[in-house]
Nanobody, 114 residues
Framework: QVQLVESGGGSVQPGGSLNVSCAVP????????MSWYRQAPGNQREWLAS???????DYKRTVQGRFTISRGNAKNTIELQMNSLQPEDTAVYYC????????WGQGTQVTVSS
């Protein structure tokens, strides 16, 4: 079973920054367009950002300008740099393909609170 492993979450104050990372098997990293998603308590999972195999980017309007998705080519990771975090960004963050056709990982918890 393909495994996606998210890491890098934590607790920050409003206005702070975090970088979350997703370790992706090499074949998936090479062949799939990838996205970050998040799920807050009581909410549905929502798409945040995508990066295709050519490096083209797309963002949800509410995170554009604050979040940056990238590929870590040396380590086969999908990164999400998050700046200007707000309490409403509190959620479990997941990566998956743009089609969400890979088994979901455990996610990484991000908590923004003063």
């Amino acid at each position: 079973q393909v495994q996606l492993v998210e890491s890098g979450g934590g607790s920050v104050q409003p206005g702070g920054s975090l970088n979350v990372s997703c370790a992706v098997p090499e074949d998936i990293f090479r062949e799939y367009d990838m996205s970050w998603y998040r799920q807050a308590p009581g909410n549905q999972r929502e798409w945040l950002a995508s990066i295709d195999r050519r490096g083209r980017l797309d963002y949800k309007r509410t995170v554009q300008g604050r979040f940056t998705i990238s590929r870590g080519n040396a380590k086969n990771t999908i990164e999400l740099q998050m700046n200007s975090l707000q309490p409403e960004d509190t959620a479990v963050y997941y990566c998956n393909s743009v089609l969400m056709d890979i088994h979901w990982g455990q996610g990484t918890q991000v908590t923004v609170s003063s």
